[in-house]
């Protein structure tokens, strides 16, 4: 049983760009959620997915969006990249409608903005 | 802002002592959850502890409630090198996110 998959692993991008980051959630989960860590610091949410429908969202601004597409999987998506913006991003999902009682994280991706 | 803050930032303990780690946080909760990760990657979720509930065990881990002080705190018994580790405490307020403190870092020295 596969759990969540993240890719790409690294990315490397220059301010200005933009970049797009994947997620499968784990087996039988239907919510996804996004989360960024900075270095030294504890994941915080972005926003989450349900029903292909973004039902909340956390203090970030309009550049981070996304999107949930019918088989579950989703993609965060980062617009005019900030140097701010290096951090791993995480995925999270979660069954049942997006109960938090425990959620599966991926991997991350490693996101450098130089 | 994050709602939970671990105390201490870090901790560095002998193989087969016992570490101790302490959450805090602001409002009231639905439960609380602890979140091990190692060397940055992805986290794993180790123990659920609901507002209603004061103490709960899995294994060497035992995790305390007070909500009255709101706060939490995690035990590891007899650590061993494999727990060295980022720990996270996380707050469920009954939306659809859960709040992360800044972590403890334990290292458990051979």
């Known amino acids: 049983d596969a759990g969540v998959t993240q890719s790409p692993t690294h990315l490397i991008k220059t301010r200005g760009q933009q970049v797009t980051l994947r997620c499968s959630p784990k087996?039988?989960?239907?919510?996804v959620s996004w989360y960024q860590q900075a270095l030294g610091q504890g994941p915080q949410f972005i926003f989450q997915?349900?029903?292909?429908?973004?039902?909340q969202r956390g203090n970030f601004p309009d550049r981070f969006s996304g999107h949930q597409f019918p088989n579950y999987s989703s993609e965060l998506n980062v617009n005019a990249l900030l140097l701010g913006d290096s951090a791993l991003y995480l995925c999270?999902?979660?069954?049942?409608?997006?109960?938090?009682?425990?959620?599966?994280f991926g991997s991350g991706t490693q996101l450098s903005v130089l | 802002s994050q709602q939970g803050e671990e105390d201490p930032q870090a901790l560095s303990i002998q193989e087969g002592e016992n570490a101790t780690m302490n959450c805090s946080y602001k409002?009231?909760?639905?439960?609380l959850q602890w979140y091990r990760q190692n060397s940055g990657r992805g986290l794993v979720h180790l123990i659920l502890i609901r507002s209603n509930e004061r103490e709960k065990h899995s294994g060497r881990l035992r995790v305390t409630l007070d909500t009255s002080k709101k706060s939490s705190s995690l035990l590891i018994t007899a650590s061993r090198a494999a727990d060295t580790a980022s720990y996270f405490c996380a707050t469920d307020f009954n939306d659809y996110k859960l709040s992360f403190g800044a972590g403890t870092t334990v290292t458990v020295r051979a």
């Open positions: 997915y349900y029903e292909e429908e973004e039902r």
């Open positions: 999270a999902s979660s069954p049942m409608g997006g109960s938090n009682e425990k959620l599966f």
């Open positions: 409002t009231s909760i639905n439960n």
């Open positions: 087996s039988g989960h239907d919510t």
